[in-house]
């Protein structure tokens, strides 16, 4: 993976702003970066995100969580890219297909949390929470889940407020 910096302007903006040396960089649409083969649902690409193009988790999920917790965590602390309201917790780890706005979506794989999650963005501190609580009910196959990476079937627009419409006649997973 090759990124190029956008230029030393910016990075240097950037670094005084930061108070640490950084470049900004940009990943060239020449770039391949393909999901893994084993999640695909065409010749699909991730660019500088995780593993997939996107991350989908219902505020109801993070609202069940934080009824677990001592300190609730805010919905940030997992880097989704869309967020619904609505419906049950954890209903999105069972969307196959779904669509939003202009777009048809396959929810491909759940996405499985590493310690990132227990790190407090505001204060850089490290903590357990909210992996530990996550572990005692959303763990399977090594692994702890919360939120389903999901790709767009093409390219079009979605935006805020836009109805989910969920193809109820498949479910990807079940926990």
Excluded at 25 to 38: K, L, M, S
Aim: glycine residues 6%; proline residues 5%.
């Amino acid at each position: 993976m090759t990124v190029q910096e956008v230029s030393a302007h910016h990075s240097e903006w950037f670094s005084k702003n930061l108070g640490f040396r950084c470049k900004l960089v940009a990943f060239p649409e020449e770039n391949e970066r393909p999901v893994d083969e084993r999640y695909c649902v065409g010749d699909d690409q991730v660019s500088l995100a995780d593993a997939y193009p996107l991350l989908l988790i219902g505020q109801s999920s993070l609202d069940d969580l934080n009824e677990r917790l001592k300190t609730p965590v805010l919905m940030n602390r997992f880097r989704p890219s869309v967020v619904f309201t609505g419906g049950e917790p954890f209903e999105e780890d069972t969307w196959s297909r779904f669509t939003m706005g202009e777009l048809t979506f396959a929810g491909v794989k759940l996405c499985k949390r590493c310690v990132l999650i227990t790190i407090d963005q505001e204060t850089a501190e490290r903590g357990v929470e909210p992996l530990a609580t996550l572990s005692t009910y959303r763990r399977r196959d090594n692994g702890v889940y919360f939120g389903q990476n999901i790709i767009p079937t093409r390219t079009g627009k979605i935006s805020i407020g836009d109805e989910i419409i969920v193809n109820t006649s498949v479910h990807a997973h079940s926990f």
